[in-house]
């Protein structure tokens, strides 16, 4: 099973407050966990990404979550602003098949101010 | 430039035109990858380059045809597409595309918003 699931499908957030994405995956080949940060008119750029050796990793206000045995890993966005209004993606991939990536539906994030 | 470039950014044909897509990217990087990206729906792979040698084609219909003449450079090639075929046409590069090996960052280019008419 290689897909991902992502969810909510929107989430709207006031500025200062914590914004959470969460992604589910079936295939525990998985080894690479990225997310990817869309802006309008612009393509997808990696935010943060995790390996399954570790928890947790965290990048200034980003931060991912991660649950083996749950097969379930989390965006967290703390101090949410304004300017992280954006489509975030979840990603998946093994390194069997190289860089091949699996998306989630994507996330569509507004931060009102 | 720096980056993936893609042109043109919006695209509007008919179904029976032919358009080419381009993209360009100034990385350095060995493999390059067409995306298709429609609303509410996760990234769709459709090919794949490494050292200009095509090794992923999932399952994509014959009227998108790509072309990767080098490492740089990647086209697709567009002929008696569908309305359905209207999306945002995403290219994306990384380093290598190497099994066996931790996957590599893939950069994107700003897309080719297409509409079929």
């Known amino acids: 099973q290689q897909q991902v699931k992502q969810s909510p499908q929107s989430l709207i957030v006031q500025k200062g407050g914590i914004s959470i994405i969460n992604c589910a995956y079936e295939?525990?080949?998985?080894?690479?966990f990225p997310w990817y940060q869309q802006f309008p008119g612009k393509g997808p750029a990696l935010l943060i990404a995790?390996?399954?050796?570790?928890s947790e990793k965290k990048e200034g206000r980003f931060t991912i979550s991660f649950n083996k045995s749950a097969k379930q890993f989390s965006l967290h966005i703390m101090d949410s602003q304004p300017g992280d209004s954006a489509t975030y993606f979840c990603?998946?991939?093994?390194?069997?098949?190289?860089?091949?990536?699996?998306f989630g539906e994507g996330t569509q994030l507004t931060v009102n101010p | 430039e720096t980056g993936v470039t893609q042109t043109p950014r919006h695209l509007v044909m008919g179904m029976t035109n032919k358009k080419s897509l381009k993209c360009e990217q100034h990385?350095?990087?060995?493999?390059m990858y067409w995306y298709k990206q429609s609303a509410k729906k996760p990234l769709e792979l459709m090919f794949v380059?490494?050292?200009?040698?095509?090794?992923e084609n999932n399952s994509v219909p014959s009227r998108f045809s790509p072309e990767c003449p080098n490492s740089s450079h990647l086209f697709l090639h567009l002929h008696t597409l569908q309305p359905e075929d209207s999306a945002l046409y995403l290219c994306?590069?990384?380093?290598?595309?190497?099994?066996?090996?931790?996957?590599?960052?893939?950069?994107f280019g700003p897309g080719t918003r297409l509409t079929v008419l």
């Open positions: 295939n525990t080949a998985f080894d690479y």
């Open positions: 995790i390996r399954p050796d570790v």
């Open positions: 990385l350095g990087h060995n493999a």
């Open positions: 994306a590069s990384s380093q290598d595309q190497l099994a066996g090996y931790p996957t590599d960052t893939q950069y």
């Open positions: 990603a998946a991939s093994m390194e069997t098949s190289g860089s091949r990536l699996t």
């Open positions: 380059y490494n050292f200009k040698e095509q090794t």
